[in-house]
């Protein structure tokens, strides 16, 4: 089955910097790699998504990119801002399991002011 | 926006007995799921159910598991005898399409003691 890593699982950043979250994944099939933000306690919320027929999508201060022959994907978050700490979550899915979504570990990011 | 309905939001209960979560998915919505997520951990997926039956299922998803539509409208988890290490946020959730657009509902925290 599919095998998504992310990376770093903490990441601490400067209100204004920007932040990158790097995800790997195993099974060439899939093809649909959605990133979800999670705050305390809160269910998991689509920030952004990529299909496989593209190679980046962007909305505002949040960009995702998409190497199929490498099999990787990041999510790039620009001029962070304090609400932006939460745990972030890279998921990968329609390979094998169609329609399961396949997680990473999460990352916390940590904006500080 | 319509949203995904999980009661009840927490539900404490004894090791050995049965507990049953429910759901409310968004209503022209086809592809009902439900994950779970271990304190501190990443989302697992644990099955997925369309056109009134299983569709996938992960390894966590064994005989003390179950789920049924017993209605138009609801979507129910069932474990039969749980276990301490039951204990998790269960996330339901939602797709029109099976792949793309998920919804996730709030969660039901189930506590096992």
């Known amino acids: 089955g599919e095998n998504v890593e992310q990376h770093p699982s903490t990441l601490s950043v400067q209100e204004g910097d920007s932040a990158v979250i790097k995800c790997t994944y195993s099974?060439?099939?899939?093809?649909?790699f959605p990133w979800y933000k999670q705050e305390l306690g809160k269910r998991p919320q689509l920030i952004i998504d990529?299909?496989?027929?593209?190679g980046e999508k962007k909305d505002q201060r949040i960009a995702v990119t998409l190497n199929k022959t490498a099999k990787h994907f990041s999510l790039h978050i620009t001029e962070t801002q304090p609400e932006d700490s939460a745990v972030y979550f890279c998921?990968?899915?329609?390979?094998?399991?169609?329609?399961?979504?396949?997680f990473g570990k999460g990352t916390m990011l940590l904006v500080s002011p | 926006e319509p949203e995904v309905t999980q009661t009840p939001s927490h539900q404490v209960t004894q090791m050995g007995q049965e507990v049953i979560l429910r759901c409310v998915p968004i209503?022209?919505?086809?592809?009902f799921y439900w994950y779970r997520q271990i304190l501190g951990q990443k989302v697992e997926f644990l099955v997925s159910?369309?056109?009134?039956?299983?569709?996938?299922k992960s390894e966590i998803f064994d005989d003390q598991f179950s789920v049924e539509r017993p209605d138009g409208s609801n979507f129910t988890l069932k474990i039969r005898s749980t276990k301490l290490e039951d204990s998790a946020m269960y996330f339901c959730?939602?797709?029109?399409?099976?792949?793309?657009?998920?919804?996730f509902g709030s969660g039901t925290r189930l506590t096992v003691v």
């Open positions: 959730a939602s797709s029109q399409t099976g792949l793309y657009g998920y919804t």
């Open positions: 099974d060439s099939a899939s093809n649909y």
């Open positions: 990529i299909r496989s027929n593209v």
């Open positions: 998921a990968a899915s329609g390979g094998s399991g169609y329609s399961t979504l396949t």
């Open positions: 209503s022209n919505h086809l592809y």
């Open positions: 159910f369309y056109n009134n039956e299983i569709s996938e």
